[in-house]
């Protein structure tokens, strides 16, 4: 018979202060309430003998998921370390791409590029967050994935609806860094197929209120195809201090190096693309309680470098050419305060943000050129914005009712745009309840939608902001080791950017306009069962989704969305510290006007083998050696075999 060994580190919490859920399998006798801010907290002896140790049923002790944002909903899981730790899934890319709400969409292997869609919307419309930190970049959601943060230093993903003002349009994704344990070293190596290489080493340090978080990796290939090599290289920490006095501090700061070979990535006219990409950022947030209020701040900045190359290092490129270059940097302050009364806790805050490109490519013209720092080449656009939210936001609860509303002011030089959230969940038997919410939301056109123009493309500075009215309705039931979920949304868009097809003297192409209407819907279904024995866990999720659009032009990506999407995920105890894991997904996605997209099975496993600090692993993804496309003309990467050992302290 097992022993308690730990409290399970979840993003829910044993209380509703702590955000947890508290899953307790087997407990001795004698037990203590371990407590979860960004650092786990080591387990204590106990103090009295245990005489005997008693076997109780898994008890789920629940309370609503904590929003860092200013929306009202509660989040939901994407992805818990505790259940995926062992799974097939290398990179936050691969976890992502089986979530029945996200559209993940590679250019190569390995996350190198990657767009990241949120329930139909497409890779603009999606906040992507750090910590509860927005680092969105502002030119272009292809570079919001750019995180220097690799898979095992992630415990949760969260994914956050309804957020009002500027900012999430169809959804927000809270990438949560936490430690293996309180104190910790972890090195991974591991190699493949296609001259694949991947160390990684991180470690953990906690005493007396303060956690020290540090990790560090190089990912390399030669590339699996002609121009798809690429190397990667991540630094990050985070550091927390909480005491009674000073409250709780949460900084981070991370860099991220990238090379690759983008092999017909943004046009299959040239095999020989290329991009360099390097991305800063750091951000501190302070919080305290005092008496019945809560006093929040947090300020933020990311810089994003980007230097696209049509002709790789130049060769066969015309005279006269260079590549585009862009560095953005986005800053970020807010402030809030929470007051806990009677009626629940109300919430007062405002934010502003400051956005600006320098590029060769984008935006409005310099007086004066200024140099491309380690580049010969200069910089001669630029564009900037200022971007003020302030909101009212009130949390209660009824009984087995729990309400929630928000109000929103958005002010940028797109005018000012009032928005808000209401939301409602009902507890109608134990561990059932049934939630619905309503959220007025708008996004702001990227600088490429502005200012991108090219031989095939045009842009339009004269672009709107983006509106959008969505409905969820969703319903949960818990019972022991079993979990089941279904929701539904719909949103109504309006000013909708997107891509269209048109005729110009010089031939058809692209141009940045805006739809009248679009209509977006769609259901999502999750079953989990989660054992303790030989079978691990087993989960099967399916996702549908479907829009209409008022005009019947040729467009880039408002009918470009998955279509339908269906996950099998399970994990099993085989023998004394051997495991497997399995995934199975099939993806069908919807054919446009002038694409047709064949669905496909992708089955990845992974075989690990434990024996005390070292754990021996060998995996395989596309095990099928499927032939698949996540954009025209961009093959994704056949059987892909790699090894590794794992050493933690």
């Known amino acids: ?299 933020s900045y990311r810089k994003n470098f980007d230097r696209y190359e049509l002709y790789r290092a130049g060769k066969g490129a015309p005279d006269g050419w260079t590549p585009n270059y862009h560095t953005t940097d986005n800053a970020g302050a807010e402030i809030s305060v929470d007051y806990r009364w009677r009626w629940g806790t109300s919430s007062i805050g405002a934010d502003y943000k400051y956005n600006h490109l320098y590029s060769n490519v984008l935006g409005e013209l310099m007086a004066a050129p200024i140099p491309v720092p380690g580049a010969d080449a200069v910089y001669t656009r630029e564009k900037g914005r200022h971007i003020i939210n302030g909101w009212l936001s009130h949390r209660m609860r009824l009984g ?80 022991g080791r079993f979990q089941i979920g279904a929701s539904g949304f719909f949103r109504q868009g309006s000013n909708m950017i997107d891509w269209r097809l048109v005729e110009t003297p010089e031939g058809q192409k692209w141009q940045s306009t805006q739809l009248t209407r679009l209509n977006t819907y769609g259901v999502e279904l999750l079953a989990t069962y989660r054992g303790r024995r030989i079978l691990r866990h087993v989960t099967l999720s399916y996702g549908w989704l479907n829009s209409n659009k008022d005009t019947h032009d040729i467009t880039k990506y408002a009918l470009d969305f998955m279509n339908h999407k269906v996950a099998l995920q399970c994990g099993v105890n085989i023998w004394r510290g051997l495991s497997a894991e399995v995934t199975a997904s099939w993806y069908d996605r919807k054919d446009t006007a002038d694409t047709i997209y064949k669905p496909y099975w992708l089955l990845d496993a992974r075989l690990s083998w434990t024996q005390g600090a070292f754990t021996f692993y060998v995996e395989a993804t596309n095990l099928c050696n499927t032939v698949y496309y996540d954009f025209v003309g961009v093959i994704q990467p056949p059987r892909w075999i790699s090894g590794g050992v794992v050493m933690t302290l």
Not at 54 to 78: D, F, K, Q, S, Y
Not at 153 to 173: R, W
């Open 1 to 299: 018979m097992g022993h308690f060994t730990r409290w399970t580190r979840k993003p829910y919490g044993a209380f509703a202060s702590l955000g947890k859920v508290v899953k307790i399998g087997v407990l001795s006798l004698t037990m203590s309430i371990v407590t979860h801010s960004p650092k786990s907290v080591a387990a204590q002896p106990d103090s009295l003998e245990v005489a005997r140790v008693v076997e109780l049923e898994a008890l789920n002790v629940t309370a609503e998921r904590l929003n860092p944002t200013r929306g009202v909903t509660t989040p939901t899981e994407v992805y818990s370390r505790d259940t995926l730790s062992v799974a097939p899934l290398q990179t936050i890319e691969s976890v992502l791409r089986i979530n029945p709400a996200v559209d993940l969409r590679e250019r190569g292997a390995k996350g190198m590029q990657a767009d990241i869609s949120v329930r139909g919307g497409t890779y603009d419309q999606t906040l992507i967050l750090l910590n509860g930190i927005d680092f969105t970049d502002a030119r272009t959601g292809h570079q919001s994935h750019s995180l220097p943060v690799d898979l095992d230093i992630i415990g949760e993903i969260d994914f956050i609806t309804g957020l009002t003002g500027i900012g999430a349009f169809s959804g927000a994704l809270n990438f949560i860094t936490t430690p293996l344990r309180p104190n910790y070293l972890r090195a991974e190596l591991s190699g493949g197929a296609y001259g694949y290489l991947y160390s990684n080493i991180s470690g953990a340090f906690t005493r007396n209120g303060l956690s020290v978080l540090a990790a560090g990796s190089i990912r390399r290939s030669d590339g699996y195809t002609h121009n798809t090599d690429f190397f990667n290289s991540n630094l990050y920490s985070r550091i927390t201090y909480q005491s009674a006095s000073v409250g709780l501090i949460d900084a981070q700061v991370g860099y991220q190096w990238r090379d690759f070979g983008a092999n017909s990535f943004y046009s299959t006219a040239f095999p020989d693309q290329f991009e360099h990409t390097e991305t800063q950022l750091a951000s501190i947030r302070w919080s305290r309680n005092i008496g019945m209020f809560t006093l929040n701040a947090n300020v």
């Open 400 to 479: 087995s009712t729990s309400l929630a509303g928000s109000f929103n002011l958005s002010h940028s030089e797109y005018g000012t745009f009032p928005s808000g959230s209401l939301a409602v969940s009902q507890q109608l038997l134990e561990g059932w309840d049934v939630e619905a919410d309503l959220t007025r939301s708008m996004r702001l056109p990227t600088y490429t939608d502005l200012y991108y123009t090219t031989a095939t493309h045009i842009g339009n500075p004269n672009l709107k902001a983006e509106q959008a009215t969505t409905y969820q309705l969703g319903t949960h039931y818990r019972y």
